[in-house]
């Protein structure tokens, strides 16, 4: 025998990873600040976790919502309500890869600050596609979908919403002024005509709010414009001051559309910026409110805002909130200046609604058992799928690799779920054999793609393993713990969370063990790992 047919009797073919197979998916939740709701009331925020920018409109007796969701596919959720407090979610408006391509995109990018309207049998969301774009608009004859495909508009900025008076309608956005910039962060509100028919921006852009409601002193981060109109004023409400703790919301008013715009003396409208930091249980950030009336005539406001629980550190992102808006000597309030926004309030005078399944607010639990014809439409990703890497078979959420987490060029072989809760415990049950050392599945939570961590089964040093790996503002993975494991048998992987802390346990064969009882987990917050998103949470496989 020569000594190429010995050496390759002897040789063995490296080990292939097995598929991924994921049985089910559970969750559960609670508020760190506990409240009491009583039967009249409701409780805030009325979507829990990363839901920002909320958009509201009314058709009939019934409510619909959309929020921001950056380069998460599927993106733009819609909501519906005929109460305004609960709320089901009943589709994705970008829920096909040929609608939005999200490819080379950080997290952070992609569809800002959606604006849903109604009109002539049509609903209307228009959007900000940062980075791949710009405007553009989106229309459904059923808000659950299908959405058509966008139609792109020639104008620069974001924030675009629509104002419709009688059959015109006009689009009101954040653009750059009509100056030279005075400082950073120095913006303007446009106005124009929108050709709906056509699809199409006619006649000329007015500029109707430079800077802010006060320029000399330098305000920034003039956004989130709306236009409405009561007894005889147009109304201008927009958010300023950024989206962090010195975020609010202020109003002008006209009594003509293209202005001039008079702000309100009594101005912000909303803001929780004056309030002492250190009080307990604080919510902050609030703004970018967009107002809706009932068919009584009652006027409220969704906006967002947050529940950190530290300085300015929350995991779960920005949240929507729900608030009634008086009107007093011809101007909206929502709260008075010092006040703080409750976690509970006096329902609306609408009949209460069926609460979704699981529910948008309060402490809930869910299991997804993936026993359905597909993935349900709270499942995220990150940036648009060109291939699918994923199955549902009997039962199970089998994964096959795509592009490491992390890698800002690809797609990775990740399905997440919100983290609605700062004190949460996620888990699944998995089955799984690495092939090689870098072969691993199990639960990632993802702020962005330079903070996440994995939890799951791996090869390190050729042997099996249940290792803990994290990545903070970084793009390299460090190895917080491991121990040996050789899964011959399902593993439940569990992650406990409680604000900025974390805890890692796994089960197998009945036996319970604790990977990492006390993670730092802060660099999972939107201030440490920067951005505008949440944490997700869910099942990952990466491989070659």
Partial sequence: MTASIVAAALWTAPAQATPARFDEFRYEGRAQEQVTVAADEYRNPVLSGYYPDP?????????????????????????????????????????????????????SQGVFAPDISYHDGLFYIVNTCVRCKDNFFITAKDPAGP????????????????????DKAYIINNRAPDEPKRYDGHRAIWIQEFDWRNGEMVGEST????????????????????????????????????TGDKHSEVVLRSDKLRGPYV?????????????????PNPVTSAGHAKFVQTPDGDWWATFLATRPYGDDLYNIGRETFLLPVTWRYGWPHILPDGARIPFTAKRPALTPDQPATPPLSGDFAYTDSFDGPR???????????????????????????????????GVPAFWGRRQQHHVATVSTVMRYTPGKDGDRAGLAAMQNDQSFLFFGLTKIGGKPAIALTTRAQADRDTLVASAPLDAREPVTLTIRANGGAMAFDYTIGGQTKTL???LDARFLSTRQARGFTGTVIGPYVEGN
């Fill in 147 to 166: 959405w058509s495909n966008p139609v792109w508009l020639p104008f620069e900025g974001i924030d675009p919403s629509i104002y419709w008076e009688g």
């Fill in 263 to 279: 702000p309100y003396q009594g101005n912000p409208i909303l803001s929780q910026r004056t309030l002492d930091p250190a009080r």
């Fill in 516 to 518: 990492k009882a006390d």
């Fill in 55 to 107: 958009s509201i409109t009314r058709v009939g007796e019934d409510y619909y919502l959309v929020t921001s969701t950056f380069t998460h596919f599927p993106g733009l959720p819609v909501f519906h309500s005929r109460d305004l407090v609960t709320w089901k979610q009943i589709g994705n408006a970008i829920d096909r890869p040929d609608q939005l391509d999200f490819s080379g995109l950080p997290v």
């Fill in 375 to 409: 993935l349900g439409m709270q499942w995220i990703g990150v940036r648009t799928p060109k291939a699918p890497f994923h199955r549902l078979d009997s039962g199970a959420l089998v994964m096959e690799p795509a592009a490491p987490m992390g890698d800002q060029q």
């Fill in 207 to 242: 500029q109707l709010v430079n800077g802010g409601i006060d320029i000399t002193t330098k305000p920034v981060w003039i956004e989130g414009p709306h236009i409405i109109k009561r007894q005889g004023f147009y109304y201008l409400i927009a958010a300023e001051g950024g």
